[in-house]
């Protein structure tokens, strides 16, 4: 049986060679981007978002002290380092608490209530709860499925007439600018560690948690609400280590020896990493 030349195995064998060196994956954006890591492996890293449409709406007064403390858990906003610009999110993007300390670009649109900012940036620290008594159009902004942000006063005046009450806003997920490393506060008793993540770079988002005091291995933590994990364990005069992985874009990364053996609620205690 005669034999003859196929052009397109030809083909076919680069595309499949150029896969594997990653050179058409590049090219095309297949897969996660990542950052080099330790040993050479990846990381990944959080991305921005395409824009969307949604609105805005204000709660509290110039002062923002209706946003302190908040569902998220983050407390004192200022002295936690969120500062004012921040938003309380509908259900659909409050998504159980795992949207806190997720951050958002909002610019307004198609209105005459409208400055002339390119953007600001806020990070979600509450919820903007449902309010079935009234229409999703005409007073429950908050209610599923709606995507809606409930911003302090005084970032809502950074785009718009406060005046308006309601306006149409582009929004979009990007990342969370952090300095430093994640903060850890602690709550609870000698049997029940309760602890309040914060300052979570990248997507600002955490999936699962873990601790692991000096004497002990890893213990899987719960989601409590917001953005508190817990561990009902007696972890007194251990050195505690946390290890916690992102929500979006599931990266992991571990503070060791985070909280001394001496540790105590109520403290914050600083680490030295963070998300991508």
Request: charged share 10%.
């Amino acid at each position: 049986m005669a034999s003859f030349f196929n052009p397109w195995s030809l083909i076919s064998f680069f595309i499949i060679a150029l896969t594997a060196t990653g050179i058409i994956g590049k090219a095309m954006g297949v897969g996660v981007p990542k950052v080099p890591g330790a040993g050479g492996y990846g990381v990944p890293v959080f991305r921005s978002s395409a824009w969307s449409l949604a609105h805005a709406t204000f709660y509290g007064d110039e002062s923002a002290s209706a946003t302190m403390g908040g569902a998220c858990g983050y407390g004192n906003l200022i002295q936690n380092g969120y500062g004012t610009d921040t938003a309380a999110l509908s259900t659909t993007l409050f998504n159980n608490g795992y949207g806190c300390g997720t951050c958002y670009q909002l610019k307004c649109v198609q209105s005459p209530h409208c400055y002339n900012v390119p953007y600001i940036r806020v990070t979600a620290t509450n919820l903007c709860p449902p309010n079935w008594a009234q229409d999703s159009n005409n007073g429950g902004w908050c209610n599923p499925p709606r995507v809606h942000f409930d911003m302090s006063k005084p970032a809502f005046m950074k785009i718009a007439d406060w005046k308006a009450g309601i306006i149409p806003v582009m929004y979009r997920r990007v990342p969370c600018v952090a300095p430093g490393g994640v903060r850890f506060q602690f709550q609870g008793n000698g049997y029940w560690l309760l602890v309040y993540v914060m300052n979570v770079g990248g997507g600002g988002d955490i999936a699962s948690m873990w601790v692991k005091g000096s004497k002990t291995g890893w213990i899987s933590m719960s989601h409590n609400w917001g953005a508190s994990y817990q561990a009902f364990a007696s972890l007194g005069g251990q050195a505690l280590s946390f290890k916690i992985t992102s929500y979006t874009s599931k990266e992991t990364i571990i503070a060791y020896n985070v909280a001394p053996p001496n540790w105590s609620v109520g403290l914050t205690y600083k680490s030295n990493v963070n998300f991508h």
